[in-house]
């Protein structure tokens, strides 16, 4: 090599080596500006702002989080010094966030659901021991199973967890969140920027009561459908799909109630011991038509089927074993589902 290409050479390294140190002297100003704009700032606030915007209450929030409703309204009151925005109107019992709030949430949901991803150590390889999903008991009959049989394929040892959902829409939210769950099954879509909602089945709703019931013989008109005294379901999501589904319009909303519960299983066998009414999914039934004294009512109306979803955070699926066990359930689910309507 002659003296003149090396001083050539050595001029590019030289050259490749300064852009380099420039760049990484950019890297470090930039992160420099960030721990100084950020160095007077608590971030644990925003786990607090987070528990709040979904309870919509700084003593549920408190209770979430294991602190006091006093350090919740601390925490706020830093907050709104911070924005310099009051972020939550109180509205009856409830805490309305205000547009900022809501502005606020949509901005950090994405970054503080990674944040809280790689606080958890989730790593794209590694193969979990555990798996926890949060349903309602009735949802787990039919899609723990499938997941068991997924896992049976590709991670015999790995632990299922089912926490069961007492049917409020906030606890599911908080669970999502805070990554108590890994995957959770709904009625209700809960839809975020952050999160995929697939819907993996459908369940249409009868009409049951008992067997010797003394007005009605395996037949109810609509006239009938509004005289007669009925059971209802307590679920958040089940109310909010009656309300866009529009049942109640249809049915009407001067329906007789005379008992609630957030258990199917409760409510079938209030159904077999009086002369109550109750909607339950027709899968469920087809389930306990044996074990209870109920019957399935044939009826002169149509009676909107219910999607059930899965949901899960978009990050999960930075784990190879996370994708190819929701890519797995899916095909099932579809499969399934594909099958129920045909039939």
Do not use: W
Not at 49 to 65: M, N, P, Q, Y
Not at 88 to 109: C, D, M, Q, S, Y
């Amino acid at each position: 090599m002659s003296i003149s290409t090396m001083i050539d050479v050595e001029s590019t390294n030289l050259r490749i080596s300064s852009e380099a140190r420039g760049l990484d002297s950019m890297k470090e100003n930039r992160l420099t500006d960030r721990f100084k704009m950020v160095k007077n700032f608590d971030l644990n606030l925003l786990t607090t702002f987070e528990a709040v915007f979904i309870h919509r209450s700084g003593t549920k929030a408190a209770d979430a989080l294991g602190i006091t409703p006093s350090a919740v309204s601390q925490a706020l009151g830093r907050l709104r010094i911070h924005f310099n925005d009051a972020l939550f109107i109180r509205e009856g019992k409830a805490l309305a966030p205000t547009t900022v709030a809501i502005g606020i949430h949509e901005g950090l949901e994405d970054a503080y659901d990674n944040l809280i991803a790689k606080l958890q150590n989730i790593s794209f390889d590694a193969v979990p021991t555990r798996l926890v999903v949060h349903c309602a008991a009735y949802i787990s009959m039919f899609t723990l199973n499938v997941m068991r049989k997924v896992l049976d394929e590709i991670s015999p040892e790995c632990e299922i967890v089912h926490t069961i959902s007492h049917n409020s829409i906030t606890e599911i939210e908080e669970s999502l969140i805070f990554r108590k769950a890994d995957i959770i099954f709904d009625t209700h879509s809960h839809v975020s920027h952050s999160r995929i909602s697939q819907q993996i089945s459908s369940e249409t709703p009868v009409v049951i009561c008992r067997n010797q019931h003394p007005r009605l013989n395996g037949h109810l008109s609509l006239e009938q459908f509004h005289t007669e005294t009925y059971i209802y379901l307590d679920s958040e999501s089940a109310k909010l799909l009656s309300n866009r589904l529009k049942v109640n319009e249809m049915m009407g909303e001067d329906r007789i109630c005379r008992f609630i519960s957030p258990s199917l299983l409760t409510n079938i066998s209030m159904v077999e011991s009086s002369d109550m009414l109750a909607l339950v999914p027709e899968r469920f039934y087809e389930k306990m038509k044996g074990s209870f004294n109920i019957q399935k009512l044939e009826v002169d109306f149509v009676i909107p089927s219910l999607p059930v979803y899965m949901v899960y955070n978009k990050t999960a699926l930075n784990n190879q074993f996370f994708a190819t066990l929701v890519k797995k359930m899916t095909e099932i689910f579809l499969q399934e589902f594909e099958n129920e309507s045909v039939s």
